[in-house]
């Protein structure tokens, strides 16, 4: 608008700093010489920049009273091939200087990460930290967003006006919690697994994992591997339907508890020590008028949102700012490079490099993209239906290098069905360096060491 060409110089501010938002800063940082001239300030809650991949032995709140973002626990192993997240322009072997096995820890995958934001120049100062966004306003006349931001360290708030608007802050980390009946008095732990922070504090327990999705998967094979005496799954639609070890089995959907005993809807029962709720995650932000703010649902098309990216309020109750942007907000298969691709996306759009269509056609996208959704009825149709979302992104932004990782998607799914238990110590080739990666000598069942130094050197 006027005040922009007048100002020169468009203000953005960009919600939290982790993958999405670091993705996001180093792609103005890529872009820097191109489009309009953009100030950027970031603003993190936590010590440092890393959002999940911050790994805190903290629950509930922190040292300032803020919630705990952090919802990873030690020895998380990926759960999906690292050629699926690998950035075209630095490569796993860039950042390594050797290949490395499919299945890094959690430390391995960090520490990439933050190779990739030093690569494109993103420093500390970049990001201020300890500073979280309390409340977000909105001026329909001037199409600015006023910030309010408090310093947890020195106690002090302030504001700050912004032309644009990035959330990056993740849907992640607030807990979906579901009601059952007894679970106030059941005679155990009874947690969510935001929570969870060592699968090892359950050796020889009987545990219940209420769920069916990928925390469900991975915890019930984390409890697996340190020794669990039993694991329940139970679920609430549909089985996962892996070849499980004996210990592990799945129930439908837990309908009461008492004392210790649990009771599902088909009539079984069983005594646990603890219950662990892997029933998803919120999409939550507390600093934005309701007007402004993204429902809840993970799913892959997002409803508002042109790209998943650009807001547009189309749904009942909200209104249109289309400076303002979400990233990171979709259900996922692809993750760092579309991040980045997001990112990008956005970059782009707000310093006028590309050029978006008339609200009419970007209302009609959103809405034609979120119907789709009803026919997302399988992990193959997921995996399509993104990377099909991965290819328009490249498609509006002229990138030409291969982000498609359909097929090795596809091998990852066959082969954890083949075997749950082995699918980590398989390997797969990069699409850009063209090499295999190498096998781990340790069988991820038995690999108890997840720091970098051990499986770098392995």
Same mark, same amino acid.
């Given at each position: 608008?006027?005040?922009?060409?007048?100002?020169? *110089?468009?203000?953005?501010?960009?919600?939290?700093?982790?993958?999405?938002?670091?993705?996001?800063?180093?792609?103005?940082?890529?872009?820097?010489?191109?489009? *309009?001239?953009?100030? *950027?300030?970031?603003?993190?809650?936590?010590?440092?920049?890393?959002?999940?991949?911050?790994?805190?032995?903290?629950?509930?709140?922190?040292?300032?009273?803020?919630?705990?973002?952090?919802?990873?626990?030690?020895?998380?192993?990926?759960?999906?091939?690292?050629? !699926?997240? @690998?950035?075209?322009?630095?490569?796993?072997?860039?950042?390594? =200087?050797?290949?490395?096995?499919?299945?890094?820890?959690?430390?391995?995958?960090?520490?990439?990460?933050?190779?990739?934001?030093?690569?494109?120049?993103?420093?500390?100062?970049?990001?201020?930290?300890?500073?979280?966004?309390?409340?977000?306003?909105?001026?329909?006349?001037?199409?600015?967003?006023?910030?309010?931001?408090?310093?947890?360290?020195?106690?002090?708030?302030?504001?700050?006006?912004?032309?644009?608007?990035?959330?990056? %802050?993740?849907?992640?980390?607030?807990?979906?919690?579901?009601?059952?009946? =007894?679970?106030?008095?059941?005679?155990?732990? &009874?947690?969510? %697994?935001?929570?969870?922070?060592?699968?090892?504090?359950?050796?020889?327990?009987?545990?219940?994992?209420?769920?069916?999705?990928?925390? &469900?998967?991975?915890?019930?094979?984390?409890?697996?591997?340190?020794?669990?005496?039993?694991?329940?799954?139970?679920?609430?639609?549909?089985?996962?339907?892996?070849? $499980?070890?004996?210990?592990?089995?799945?129930?439908?959907?837990?309908?009461?508890?008492?004392?210790?005993? !649990?009771?599902?809807?088909?009539?079984?029962? =069983?005594?646990?020590?603890?219950?662990?709720?892997?029933?998803?995650?919120?999409?939550?932000?507390?600093?934005?008028?309701?007007?402004?703010?993204?429902?809840?649902?993970?799913?892959?098309?997002?409803?508002?949102?042109?790209?998943?990216?650009?807001?547009? =309020?189309?749904?009942?109750?909200?209104?249109?700012? %289309?400076?303002?942007?979400?990233?990171?907000?979709?259900?996922?298969?692809?993750?760092?490079?579309?991040?980045?691709?997001?990112?990008? $996306?956005?970059? %782009?759009?707000?310093?006028?490099?590309?050029?978006?269509?008339?609200?009419?056609?970007?209302?009609?996208?959103?809405?034609?993209?979120?119907? @789709?959704?009803?026919?997302?009825?399988?992990?193959?149709?997921?995996?399509?239906?993104?990377?099909?979302?991965?290819?328009?992104?490249?498609?509006?932004?002229?990138?030409?290098?291969?982000?498609?990782?359909?097929?090795?998607?596809?091998?990852?799914?066959?082969?954890?069905?083949?075997?749950?238990?082995?699918?980590?110590?398989?390997?797969?080739?990069?699409?850009?360096?063209?090499?295999?990666?190498?096998?781990?000598?340790?069988?991820?069942?038995?690999?108890?060491?997840?720091?970098?130094? &051990?499986?770098?050197?392995?």
């Amino acid at each position: 608008n006027l005040l922009h060409l007048l100002r020169m *110089v468009v203000r953005v501010c960009i919600v939290g700093a982790g993958p999405s938002g670091m993705s996001t800063l180093a792609m103005f940082k890529k872009l820097k010489d191109q489009g *309009v001239e953009c100030e *950027v300030t970031c603003f993190e809650k936590q010590e440092q920049p890393g959002g999940l991949w911050n790994l805190t032995w903290r629950t509930g709140t922190d040292e300032f009273g803020e919630p705990v973002h952090c919802s990873q626990y030690r020895d998380l192993f990926s759960n999906g091939p690292k050629e !699926c997240l @690998e950035f075209p322009d630095y490569t796993f072997d860039d950042h390594f =200087g050797k290949p490395i096995p499919s299945y890094p820890p959690r430390d391995v995958l960090f520490d990439y990460l933050r190779g990739y934001w030093k690569f494109h120049g993103v420093k500390k100062e970049d990001v201020l930290t300890r500073h979280v966004v309390r409340n977000v306003s909105f001026d329909d006349k001037t199409a600015t967003f006023t910030v309010r931001v408090r310093n947890l360290v020195q106690g002090l708030d302030i504001e700050q006006e912004f032309d644009r608007l990035i959330v990056a %802050s993740g849907h992640f980390s607030v807990p979906n919690v579901p009601h059952f009946e =007894g679970i106030e008095t059941f005679e155990g732990r &009874a947690m969510h %697994s935001h929570d969870l922070r060592n699968a090892r504090e359950f050796t020889g327990k009987r545990i219940l994992v209420v769920g069916s999705s990928y925390s &469900a998967e991975d915890i019930a094979l984390q409890l697996f591997k340190f020794g669990a005496e039993q694991i329940t799954i139970s679920y609430r639609t549909a089985k996962l339907g892996f070849k $499980w070890p004996e210990k592990i089995h799945e129930v439908p959907l837990l309908i009461k508890i008492e004392g210790k005993t !649990c009771h599902f809807k088909d009539g079984t029962s =069983g005594d646990y020590d603890a219950i662990i709720l892997c029933t998803g995650y919120r999409h939550h932000f507390p600093f934005l008028p309701s007007e402004l703010s993204l429902p809840n649902g993970n799913v892959f098309n997002l409803p508002n949102l042109y790209r998943n990216v650009q807001w547009y =309020g189309v749904t009942e109750g909200k209104k249109n700012a %289309s400076g303002l942007f979400y990233l990171g907000m979709t259900n996922q298969f692809y993750t760092y490079t579309m991040f980045m691709m997001q990112g990008l $996306w956005a970059a %782009s759009v707000i310093k006028g490099i590309i050029q978006t269509p008339e609200r009419e056609e970007c209302v009609e996208d959103i809405e034609k993209r979120y119907a @789709e959704n009803a026919n997302l009825t399988d992990c193959f149709k997921m995996i399509d239906s993104q990377t099909d979302y991965m290819k328009q992104l490249s498609a509006d932004l002229n990138y030409t290098e291969v982000l498609d990782c359909g097929e090795l998607f596809y091998q990852w799914e066959q082969n954890k069905h083949d075997d749950i238990i082995t699918y980590r110590d398989k390997c797969y080739k990069s699409l850009y360096t063209l090499k295999d990666s190498p096998v781990h000598p340790i069988p991820w069942v038995k690999c108890y060491d997840d720091s970098l130094e &051990a499986f770098i050197s392995a």
